[in-house]
């Protein structure tokens, strides 16, 4: 079975410029998650997906940042204008559907620096 | 609102000791769910082992097991018989029974096994 598929693994970028990264969740998982990990700590949620709508954003900088899961599989998370405080790994993770007990399976991570 | 925090940043330990890692968390919900997560120095995040608020019995795996103290809101997780492999970084999570929270995670606890 193959697992959480995320690209591009790395990312460097000026300020000011956009960067879109993908994810491809462990087929049948329902539920999709972006968190952000600035370096050395731990996971800080930014969105999370049921299927292709929306269950939490609160966390996701709006002004800048933006997620979709339009067919409810793969999805995109976007940021226009980045700045140096956007650098951070930014995991995707999936699992399957509810309950609340289900672990996430993560994907590899992309590494972005914003210089 | 959850929260779950580590205040221990990293743990040395020589090799085949036990060693516990404290993590307390915060929640209004009578259900829940606790997991702690590994992160290698690759990056790579895994499920190890999860705590049920509702069962009494400490959770198991392999060389990992948990220290469920409720009304202290605490979930240690204790490694036994510990292996350099088992250097990285260890999350603890909570996710709310609620079927609209996605798992919040500490700073996390970097070990390091010595020979």
């Known amino acids: 079975e193959a697992g959480v598929t995320q690209s591009p693994r790395y990312a460097v970028l000026q300020e000011g410029q956009a960067v879109s990264f993908w994810c491809d969740p462990i087929?049948?998982?329902?539920?999709l998650y972006w968190y952000q990990q600035p370096r050395d700590q731990g996971p800080q949620l930014l969105v999370y997906f049921r299927d292709e709508a929306v269950i939490d954003n609160s966390q996701l900088p709006s002004d800048r940042f933006s997620a979709v899961r339009p067919k409810g599989t793969n999805s995109t998370l976007k940021i226009q204008s980045a700045k140096q405080g956007d650098t951070a790994t930014y995991l995707c993770?999936?699992?399957?559907?509810?309950?609340?007990?289900?672990?996430?399976?993560f994907g590899a991570g992309t590494r972005l620096s914003v210089l | 609102a959850q929260k779950v925090t580590q205040t221990q940043t990293s743990i040395s330990v020589m090799e085949k000791t036990t060693v516990t890692m404290d993590c307390v968390y915060e929640t209004q919900d009578s259900s829940y769910f606790l997991f702690w997560y590994k992160q290698t120095a690759s990056g790579e995040i895994v499920f190890l082992i999860r705590q049920d608020s509702y069962k009494k019995e400490n959770a198991t795996v392999g060389h990992y097991s948990l220290n469920f103290q409720k009304p202290k809101s605490s979930i240690g997780l204790i490694i036994t018989a510990t292996q350099i492999e088992d250097s990285a970084v260890y999350f603890c999570a909570m996710r709310e029974g609620n079927n609209n929270n996605a798992p919040r995670f500490g700073a996390g606890t970097k070990l390091s096994v010595k020979p």
């Open positions: 087929s049948g998982h329902d539920t």
């Open positions: 993770a999936s699992s399957p559907p509810w309950g609340g007990q289900n672990t996430l399976y």
